[in-house]
């Protein structure tokens, strides 16, 4: 990670945007959900393994995501414990909500003509036409999409939250 | 002329006629702004300078919050464009045939997104979230919808059509005009799509789409009570039934009202009646302005 690309990376800011993650950082992460908790040592172990990288670069990449609200640390005699501040659920979550919020309520829809993020509210009654023209059956929604909750909002309904009005 | 071409025709020469008139009244007001300036307090030189100072705060606040949500799209634009890969076999055989050879973006993302950007030369940008969560045959229905916002060079005309409500905040028909087209291009890009592969890959393609929106609400990009975009796209597709314009007969009752009032003071100078129905409308306006600019200050949560 060179300087430029931290500087760069300092100078984006904004809810959305600062959440978006790096494949590095992306990899770490996964690597402190799978753990729970650990050290800069601790993950450069299991990311090393497939890759060489710097203790530095990793502790770089750690205290960015720490910098970031990804990561919690505690103080363990001279060195650091991090543990990931939310689940991948809720991380996930977060992202798909800052995603479309991020494209249509703080930016509007100046520039952007969008498929997938002009899907707004959508009542049941709307829902269940949809569901039959799709020629689904009432479970599916994942039939044949192994993937389709990858990214979707394990409660979504729970989570609605509406945007300001 | 497909029903969002009329409606964003209809749309421009509604706003550059209220232009002209505004314009006019507002180069008649100033010289009793001058007045008011060298001789001191006249009734009617106070009026004017008030509707001067209301409409120059209304239309500057208005823009200035455009002018930043689109640098901040642009932005957001450039931070996905940053993690672009190549075209994916999958995407090229989706878009075969399509006309869309050199302009689809494949952006590495697990998130489902496929979008229409840029003015001179639109692109589309499609997430590899979506990609893999799509059959061919419903990428193929998505980049339909998508490549008639792009043949339509609908980015430019949705900044063009905002910045006009934007300015022209006194004359709500505008607004009204707007969400109106935005809803409509939605519609006509669906149509495109089922016209060219059937309603079936497009509805799969919605509704694989739809978990994701549960999570969010978009409830400032429509009117309150009326449908919501998706639900009258769902609508088209099951009934083939287009949107009606919604024209609140008060925000055709205060555009009109304002026009005339601007025609008449800016031909006869300053009366007070007209002036304060202009100020009936700029209030009403100015909450729509306000509205614009709390979007641009989103709740977090």
């Known amino acids: 990670m060179s300087d430029r690309d931290v500087r760069r990376l300092r100078r984006i800011r904004g809810g959305a945007e600062e959440r978006f993650l790096g494949p590095l950082e992306a990899e770490v992460m996964d690597r402190l959900w799978k753990r729970g908790r650990a050290t800069v040592r601790d993950i450069l172990g299991d990311v090393g393994r497939t890759r060489s990288l710097a203790y530095t670069t990793v502790m770089t990449i750690m205290t960015r995501l720490y910098d970031k609200g990804l990561l919690v640390r505690d103080r363990d005699g001279k060195t650091y414990v991090y543990r990931p501040a939310s689940t991948r659920e809720e991380h996930r979550a977060r992202l798909t909500r800052d995603l479309v919020r991020g494209l249509v309520d703080q930016f509007g829809d100046v520039a952007l003509a969008h498929f997938a993020a002009e899907l707004d509210t959508v009542d049941v009654a709307h829902r269940a036409a949809l569901r039959k023209l799709a020629g689904q059956g009432p479970s599916g929604r994942d039939s044949g999409n192994p993937s389709g909750r990858e990214n979707g909002a394990p409660s979504g309904r729970d989570r609605r939250s509406r945007g300001p009005r | ?301």
């Open chain 2, 1 to 301: 002329m497909a029903r969002a071409d009329r409606a964003y025709a209809l749309l421009v020469l509604l706003a550059l006629g209220s232009s002209a008139i505004l314009i006019a009244l507002l180069g008649s007001l100033l010289p009793h702004a001058l007045d008011l300036a060298t001789r001191g307090a006249d009734g009617a030189d106070a009026i004017a300078v008030l509707l001067l100072l209301c409409a120059t705060l209304g239309i500057s606040l208005g823009l200035a919050s455009l002018f930043r949500q689109l640098l901040a799209t642009l932005a957001l634009i450039r931070s996905l464009l940053r993690r672009r890969v190549s075209v994916s076999p999958r995407v090229r055989a989706a878009a075969r045939g399509l006309g869309l050879d050199g302009r689809i973006d494949v952006v590495n993302d697990p998130r489902p997104f496929s979008f229409c950007y840029w003015f001179a030369r639109p692109r589309v940008c499609v997430s590899t979230g979506l990609a893999r969560r799509l059959e061919r045959s419903e990428l193929r229905a998505v980049l339909l919808h998508e490549r008639y916002h792009l043949r339509h060079r609908d980015p430019l005309r949705i900044v063009i059509a905002r910045y006009f409500a934007a300015g022209l905040y006194v004359v709500p028909l505008v607004e009204d005009l707007v969400e109106y087209y935005a809803l409509e291009k939605e519609i006509a890009a669906d149509g495109e799509a089922v016209a060219s592969s059937g309603v079936g890959p497009l509805a799969r393609a919605l509704y694989k789409l739809l978990p994701d929106a549960d999570t969010v609400s978009l409830g400032l990009l429509v009117p309150v009570g009326a449908l919501s975009v998706t639900e009258a796209r769902i609508d088209q597709l099951v009934e083939g039934r287009g949107a009606t314009p919604i024209f609140h007969p008060l925000s055709i009752a205060l555009s009109g009202g304002a026009l005339a009032a601007a025609v008449t003071l800016a031909a006869g100078g300053v009366v007070l009646a007209p002036a304060f129905l202009l100020v009936a409308a700029a209030i009403s306006g100015a909450s729509q302005q306000l509205r614009l600019v709390a979007r641009t200050f989103p709740s977090t949560g």
